[in-house]
């Protein structure tokens, strides 16, 4: 059973996504939050695996939430919830260590796909759609780029380019004539050895240090 738990200041959103995560066999509303403070409460207690977390909310919003969300042990996967496609707030969540965002009007079989989705330790958006958010939104002064970087491979490094302009594992399979299991190899080693998360991790981390 993944236990999720919802964090909005709208009473009648919150009662619909309970209704609909409910509704399914293999999830379960655990826990509910009408702003950052009160979420920050009882998500730990009630040990969400995956928190749907409203970005704008009274009292503490949710870019203040999931930053201390994530910094408690073992602590729960978060996906931000918006009501804008290409949401700067958005962009600052992924950077703290969100697995994604969702627009509040996404449909309800793609939420709860989502859901599933993080769970089992995937990105809600894919590396493409990270790229176009980044791209549009502009990221922060960049850093420079830290000497674990110099521990891939040539091979490596031109792998981690393609990653990071959005490029899926098919894509960069046909453009450098590999196997998709090939390339799929080379991306869980640039993770391990950058100490990245996930594909969207590593399109976050080329922007910050301006490697795309």
């Not at 059973?1 to 709208?10: G, T, W």
């Not at 920050?40 to 939430?65: C, S």
């Amino acid at each position: 059973m993944i236990r999720v738990a919802l964090v909005d200041d709208q009473a009648l959103f919150r009662a619909g996504i309970r209704m609909l995560v409910d509704s399914q066999p293999d999830l379960e509303v655990v826990a509910e939050a009408g702003d950052g403070s009160e979420a920050l409460a009882v998500i730990p207690a009630a040990g969400a695996d995956v928190v749907l977390m409203d970005i704008r909310m009274p009292v503490m919003d949710g870019l203040a939430a999931t930053e201390q969300l994530l910094r408690m042990p073992d602590p729960p996967r978060v996906v931000m919830l918006t009501t804008f496609d290409l949401d700067e707030a958005a962009a600052r969540a992924i950077r703290q260590g969100a697995s994604g965002f969702l627009l509040k009007d996404a449909d309800p079989e793609f939420l709860l796909a989502a859901i599933r989705t993080v769970h089992a330790g995937s990105a809600v958006i894919a590396a493409s759609a990270t790229r176009d958010l980044f791209a549009h939104v502009g990221g922060t002064a960049v850093r420079a780029v830290p000497p674990v970087y110099a521990t891939l491979t040539e091979r490596e490094k031109e792998i981690f380019a393609l990653a990071a302009r959005g490029l899926s594992n098919a894509e960069i399979a046909a453009s450098e004539y590999l196997s998709e299991a090939t390339v799929k190899t080379h991306i869980s080693r640039i993770l391990t050895k950058l100490g990245l998360r996930d594909r969207v991790q590593l399109v976050v981390f080329a922007f910050d240090h301006g490697l795309v």
